[in-house]
């Protein structure tokens, strides 16, 4: 097995960490790499995650990323579901069209939503992701026409919106994290915008500060996002996706 790291490899690995210290929780990735960030972090630090197959069934086994699982559970029909989300014992991580400084989150449409230019997949279950579980993004292409100075639409809610409604309606709002092929970024800021914590080994802070359209909060030491250990690479490239689906979701 080459020990050479790819630029998806350590992608994933930052999405496992996302789920780090979460306990009995559903984790809901949205995309390739998430799915296999959060089946890593069953298979290591986070044993207590519950996984689901993507449809309707919560899985007690870790297949790989394609294939079916063998072993089965529960049932988590799409009433359920709502109200575990409703509880609030859920980590998803979405996918962002659109995401702004402050995290608002836009899926829905790009231009005036009156008369979009591009109609996109729509609000979906964004908000109540955003207001009751924690929530963190996948964004595969880290770009200034993601990470925009204002989103055409609110889909999921960032953190000056949620500071602006009632705290009764916004009190287990946490965006997270928010995960991209050039780095990891947080809103451990005071004003709650977001903040550079590391960059995948090669690449830059001005890369990531060029492909983003926003000034970006960045600390004065910019550390490299953790590489995946050799037991992790074994589990990425052995197990949990061994026909290498990750390489489409993120450009070596």
Known sequence: MSERVTRAECCVVACAE????DGEILASPMGIVPTIGARLAKLTFSPDLLLTDGEALLIGDVPAVGSGSQVTEGWLPYRRHLAMVAGGRRHVMMGASQLDRYGNQNISCVGDWAKPRRQLLGVRGAPINTLNNPTSYWVPRHSPRVFVERVDMVS??????AAAAEPVTTRFHEIRRVLTDLAVLDFATPDRSLRLCSVHPGVTVHQVREAT???????????????????ELRLIREVLDPKELRDREVRA
């Open 18 to 21: 996302a789920w780090r210290g």
């Open 156 to 161: 999921g809610v960032g953190y000056d919106r």
């Open 213 to 231: 359209g926003f000034p970006l909060t960045v600390p004065d030491e910019v550390p490299y996002t953790r590489m995946p250990s050799a037991e």
